[in-house]
């Protein structure tokens, strides 16, 4: 049997999750509040936590230069996965993790099969971060996420932060 870990179904034991936002909206605040309700297994937006999960949060929103030295090591990062063994790993954000061309669908399906491969290695859920690219007023769907169509197939569940601070 799968295990729920919180929501209707929403985050679940293996499960692809997707936030996205425009840059600067409050992705990574968001990831903040949900891992701190995780993590004590209380409340994030009403809704409670199955139990207490343990949260790996790989946070790259630093210096550009600093990241290249990040970028590509799929096997340290499953190393460390399978050293804590978490039950969701957060991205945030994606993009920063990867060096292809965000806008290249098969480089971006080589990045989410990568992904893919960490969750079933390492039997953990994944939520990626990743940024809106120009957005219509209309456009309420994830076709919005830069790379377009690669990430809005390969999610189990979406969030999509919309609107104005402080009316995130």
């Known amino acids: 049997e799968i295990e729920l870990y919180w929501g209707d179904k ?9 936030l996205l ?8 605040n968001w990831l903040g509040a949900f891992a701190a309700g995780a993590s004590t297994g209380t ?5 409670p936590f199955s139990r207490p999960l343990k949260v790996m949060w790989l946070q790259a929103e630093i210096i550009a230069e600093f990241l290249k030295q990040r970028d590509g090591d799929i096997q340290q990062i499953s190393d460390e996965i ?4 978490p039950d969701i790993v957060m991205i945030d954000p994606v ?8 806008n290249n669908n098969s480089e971006i399906h080589k990045l989410l099969d990568r ?9 953990t859920s994944i939520m990626i971060a990743h940024h ?15 790379g377009g169509s690669a990430f809005a197939g390969w999610f189990d569940s979406g969030i999509k932060l919309a ?4 009316d995130v």
């Open 115 to 123: 992904i893919d491969m960490l969750i079933e290695m390492n039997s």
């Open 43 to 47: 409340d994030f937006m009403g809704v």
């Open 82 to 85: 399978a050293f804590h063994n």
């Open 21 to 28: 936002g425009k840059p600067k909206i409050g992705k990574s």
């Open 132 to 146: 809106t690219g120009k957005e219509r007023a209309d456009d309420k769907t994830f076709m919005s996420a830069r």
């Open 163 to 166: 609107g104005e601070r402080p």
């Open 10 to 18: 929403f985050i679940f034991e293996n499960s692809r999750v997707l």
């Open 95 to 102: 993009i920063n993790f990867f060096d292809g061309e965000e």
